[in-house]
């Protein structure tokens, strides 16, 4: 048995979690287009560019890939959790994306400085994580980490498991590799933490800001989790007594945004939406009491009514031009997000509402997102969409749960996770509505509708039903189909072929129409 799975029999079962609805028709679209992108060939940004800001911005690529896999995350844990086939492979296809050189590139040139907020040039660094850089740095291991706890497996904690490479054809010295695993990163990390007495690492030299620091304490706690031990709490009891003394709000309710590494002070910044809903949307997952007696006082301050009972967020007016020129919707879409993970549902469908009609909503073979539009207003209101909002924050926010970081970070998954009947595979491209098992009348129901190439052969291989000495009996729409026992088939026929292969249980049907399936235990 492996560390995770032996960690979540050790530690009893989960708060039960209420059971969603079956993904409509929005939530399996924004699902569809994550794992649309996840599948572009290695480099393939082609859907994900906004106007260039040499991804220095907040809508560059390594947000759009961590907050992608935090979608599919929380998807899976609460809306389809007997369907890890559905996430896996293009959950670990985000975290190969966030190693690439392209995303980190970056680093290079922002790691020298000398600007406003760190005057005094410093020297080029390449090493993306080795210091500073938490923006970057703490989505690699909280993606990793993650992977390990959702999937148990420990793909990442191989040494160089994730190694950051520099491999330049016409200049330099020759290659360069910089070589990591889950837990040397998250050692790392924890380690910077603590050498800055728990104030937060710095994004840019000498920049600690709230908001980039949350992943990496989300990525203590999945480290705890998979590992043991209490790192996060350890963090999170630094964290706010080394933020006691600037504060974490401000006296208005808004979230204070940076300080200063060196000369140990709070920048005093204009408020911001994004800020306040970025910060708000992951701190949650550690102290929502926190988070939510702040909340409604923020979203009354920034939100604005829209046509037809929609509701707007007042954009972030930036201090440059070059900021002003770059349209995007991050504080709507954080706002969203933020509304989604605090349980706030009236202001998220309206705000859901105001984006289906007004922000360039567009499906695509079978896929829902938001185009990009950098227009910043259209009669006085917002029109601006980015690729960081319309690809993923819309879609994160439409497919939580109120809570749903915070369940993630509160963990485990339960002492059966892992021994449940689930789908582990699948042939085909099939739309999954629905993938639930219910541990108390020990069913599997799964709802399938045909994907994007219509009328389709599809193959599910269901694992955790052999070895019980139990009997069990397959409906596909209330119609029994096949049954069997602890070690095999003993009952099938018809259009739906059931039979034992190795130690899943293989199905295959026609998928011309939405078919819902249930395997039952027997007593």
């Not at 319309?390 to 963990?411: D, H, T």
């Not at 085909?428 to 399938?448: S, Y």
Request: aromatic share 10%; proline share 6%.
């Amino acid at each position: 048995m492996s560390n995770v799975a032996e960690a979540h029999r050790g530690a009893g079962t989960a708060r039960p979690v209420p059971e969603p609805a079956a993904l409509d028709d929005k939530q399996a679209g924004h699902l569809r287009r994550i794992v649309d992108l996840s599948e572009r060939l290695p480099d393939d940004w082609s859907g994900m560019l906004g106007r260039s800001t040499m991804q220095e911005d907040f809508g560059a690529l390594r947000f759009q890939l961590a907050y992608m896999a935090y979608a599919l995350a929380l998807t899976h844990l609460h809306r389809l959790p007997a369907a890890p086939a559905l996430f896996r492979k293009p959950f670990d296809s985000l975290i190969q994306k966030i190693l690439s050189i392209d995303v980190w590139m970056y680093w290079h040139y922002v790691s020298t400085g000398n600007v406003r907020l760190n005057k005094g040039e410093l020297p080029a660094r390449w090493d993306p994580v080795a210091e500073d850089n938490i923006m970057y740095s703490a989505y690699v291991q909280s993606m990793a980490l993650m992977y390990h706890y959702l999937f148990d497996d420990p793909k990442y904690a191989g040494k160089g498991a994730l190694s950051f490479k520099l491999q330049p054809l016409f200049w330099g010295s020759g290659d360069r590799i910089f070589a990591y695993d889950e837990k040397s990163l998250s050692q790392h990390l924890y380690w910077m933490m603590v050498e800055k007495g728990y104030l937060g690492i710095a994004c840019e030299p000498n920049c600690v800001f709230q908001i980039c620091n949350q992943p990496a304490i989300l990525g203590f706690r999945l480290h705890d989790l998979v590992y043991g031990g209490d790192l996060a709490g350890e963090v999170t009891e630094g964290y706010r007594k080394a933020w006691a003394e600037f504060g974490i709000r401000s006296p208005d309710g808004h979230f204070n945004i940076l300080a200063l590494e060196r000369e140990h002070a709070l920048v005093q910044r204009p408020p911001a939406p994004w800020a306040d809903f970025w910060l708000g949307a992951l701190m949650h997952a550690w102290d929502p009491e926190g988070v939510e007696a702040a909340y409604r006082g923020q979203m009354d301050h920034w939100k604005r009514e829209g046509p037809d009972g929609t509701l707007w967020i007042q954009p972030y007016v930036p201090s440059s031009n070059a900021e002003a020129r770059s349209g995007n919707a991050l504080d709507f879409g954080w706002a969203a997000v933020c509304a989604s993970e605090v349980g706030d549902t009236d202001t998220l469908e309206r705000l859901l509402a105001y984006a289906d009609r007004f922000l360039t909503p567009t499906w695509e073979d079978g896929a829902y997102y938001y185009r990009r539009r950098d227009e910043p207003m259209l009669d006085g209101r917002p029109a601006a969409m980015d690729p960081h909002t319309g690809n993923c924050l819309l879609g994160y926010a439409r497919l939580n749960v109120p809570g749903g970081l915070r369940k993630l970070y509160a963990g485990p998954l339960g002492a059966d996770w892992f021994s449940r009947p689930a789908i582990v595979d699948i042939s085909g491209r099939p739309d999954i509505r629905a993938a639930r098992h219910d541990p108390d009348t020990d069913e599997l129901r799964v709802v399938l509708r045909p994907g994007r190439g219509g009328r389709e052969q599809v193959g599910l291989a269901v694992s955790n039903v052999w070895g019980k000495g139990r009997s069990w009996r397959l409906a596909a729409d209330g119609e029994t189909v096949a049954r069997g026992d602890g070690d095999g088939v003993t009952d099938a026929g018809g259009r739906i072929s059931v039979q034992r292969e190795a130690s899943n249980l293989a199905i295959s049907l026609p998928l011309d129409g939405e078919v819902e399936l249930r395997l039952a235990m027997q007593p």
